[in-house]
T-cell receptor
Framework: KAGVTQTPRYLIKTRGQQVTLSCSPISGHRSVSWYQQTPGQGLQFLFEYFSETQRNKGNFPGRFSGRQFSNSRSEMNVSTLELGDSALYLC?????????????FGPGTRLLVL | AQSVAQPEDQVNVAEGNPLTVKCTYSVSGNPYLFWYVQYPNRGLQFLLKYITGDNLVKGSYGFEAEFNKSQTSFHLKKPSALVSDSALYFCAVSGSTGGATNKLIFGTGTLLAVQP
């Protein structure tokens, strides 16, 4: 079974621009979660989508948004980029049916904001 | 609120020696605990999890973890370390307090360095 895929793998943007990241979950998984990883803040939960609905949200400003499509693929958008948004963005998928489900992570998208 | 703590930023161990990476947790309700490993420029790889039952959980690549309710700990162990085990290890707890959510709350990570 194919794993979680994320595109693009690397991205360079400038301040003020916006960016869209994509995540394709494991086949059959309906939950996709997004995380931001930075050296200073570590791994932080952004949001979770399940069956096209946002089920949970972390403590990030409204510039960070996401959506999920009917095929469970998910996109994350960051508007008005700031230098501090430079990070590794990870998505993870699971069946989403219980809180103890194993989440499987993609390789991440490394975003650099100049 | 759910949280985990990894008290050691780095653990150094010689190849062939046993290793332990520490994790303590604070949860309301039943703890669902996870260990993940991250190699450079890679995503997170699942190692093992504790849901309920046997306190000793066996996982991938020879790793195991011991759940201790009285000490609120979930330490990761391996009897004999390999140089290839050198990586960043994360302990995590499910953010669920009963509902079905896949929010994970991560510790700060522990860098494991295995010397040949």
């Amino acid at each position: 079974k194919a794993g979680v895929t994320q595109t693009p793998r690397y991205l360079i943007k400038t301040r003020g621009q916006q960016v869209t990241l994509s995540c394709s979950p494991i086949s059959g998984h309906r939950s996709v979660s997004w995380y931001q990883q930075t050296p200073g803040q570590g791994l932080q939960f952004l949001f979770e989508y399940f069956s096209e609905t946002q089920r949970n949200k972390g403590n990030f400003p409204g510039r960070f948004s996401g959506r999920q499509f009917s095929n469970s693929r998910s996109e994350m958008n960051v508007s008005t980029l700031e230098l501090g948004d430079s990070a590794l963005y990870l998505c993870a998928s699971s069946t989403g049916l219980a809180g103890f489900e194993t989440q499987y992570f993609g390789p991440g998208t490394r975003l650099l904001v100049l | 609120a759910q949280s985990v703590a990894q008290p050691e930023d780095q653990v150094n161990v010689a190849e062939g020696n046993p290793l332990t990476v520490k994790c303590t947790y604070s949860v309301s309700g039943n703890p669902y605990l996870f260990w993940y490993v991250q190699y450079p420029n890679r995503g997170l790889q699942f190692l093992l999890k504790y849901i309920t039952g046997d306190n000793l959980v066996k996982g991938s690549y020879g790793f195991e973890a011991e759940f201790n309710k009285s000490q609120t700990s979930f330490h990761l162990k391996k009897p004999s370390a390999l140089v290839s085990d050198s990586a960043l290890y994360f302990c995590a707890v499910s953010g669920s307090t009963g509902g079905a959510t896949n929010k994970l709350i991560f510790g700060t990570g522990t860098l494991l360095a295995v010397q040949p």
